[in-house]
T-cell receptor, first 116, second 111 residues
């Protein structure tokens, strides 16, 4: 079955602009999580959505927001971009049926965002 | 906040050598996952360990979950150049749907 698809793969934006990233989870998966990965900080959790509701949020400023649609696809938006937002943004999907065995997360290839 | 610390951070070895990567926490996790990530790509799931004391083998890779479910290890036998990558452990923070990732171990296997 198809994996997690993230678009676009690469993006270059200017400081102050805003950006929207997209993630299509594995078919049947209802949970989508977003992560920011940088060389200095590693993988940092942004937020997680399940059935169109945000269940958990990481410690990022309000410029970072997301949403999930009824088909489980998710978008992440970053407004007023800063140079420090340059990173690999990763999306992960999981079934998240609530039992231990269903908590494995499968990642997309990521979107490489460069802010200049 | 639960933390996962990995050691070593960097490892450079010759092809054919054995190695062990450690993932430690002061907190209990209901399960731990191990991922491998190559440059510019997303992490790829290798294994999930669930039961304390569990050992899982994936060809030349052996994963162990500590009895108290606070730590895990990954042992690679006879490393190959294709094993090169960033190895990450991850666990779900208790009571949430948030994954915590370890600090990562960057492995380079030289031919």
């Amino acid at each position: 079955k198809a994996g997690v698809t993230q678009t676009p793969r690469y993006l270059i934006k200017t400081r102050g602009q805003q950006v929207t990233l997209s993630c299509s989870p594995i078919s049947g998966h209802r949970s989508v999580s977003w992560y920011q990965q940088t060389p200095g900080q590693g993988l940092q959790f942004l937020f997680e959505y399940f059935s169109e509701t945000q269940r958990n949020k990481g410690n990022f400023p309000g410029r970072f927001s997301g949403r999930q649609f009824s088909n489980s696809r998710s978008e992440m938006n970053v407004s007023t971009l800063e140079l420090g937002d340059s990173a690999l943004y990763l999306c992960a999907s999981s079934f998240s049926g609530g039992t231990v065995g269903n908590t494995e997360a499968f990642f997309g290839q990521g979107t490489r965002l460069t802010v200049v | 906040t639960q933390l996962l610390e990995q050691s070593p951070q960097f490892l450079s070895i010759q092809e054919g050598e054995n190695l062990t990567v450690y993932c430690n926490s002061s907190s209990v996790f209901s399960s731990l996952q191990w991922y491998r990530q190559e440059p510019g790509e997303g992490p790829v799931l290798l294994v999930t360990v669930v039961t304390g004391g569990e050992v899982k083998k994936l060809k030349r890779l052996t994963f162990q979950f500590g009895d108290a479910r606070k730590d895990s290890s990954l042992h690679i036998t006879a490393a190959q150049t294709g094993d090169t990558g960033l190895y990450l452990c991850a666990g779900r923070e208790g009571g949430t749907y948030k994954y915590i990732f370890g600090t990562g171990t960057r492995l380079k296997v030289l031919a």
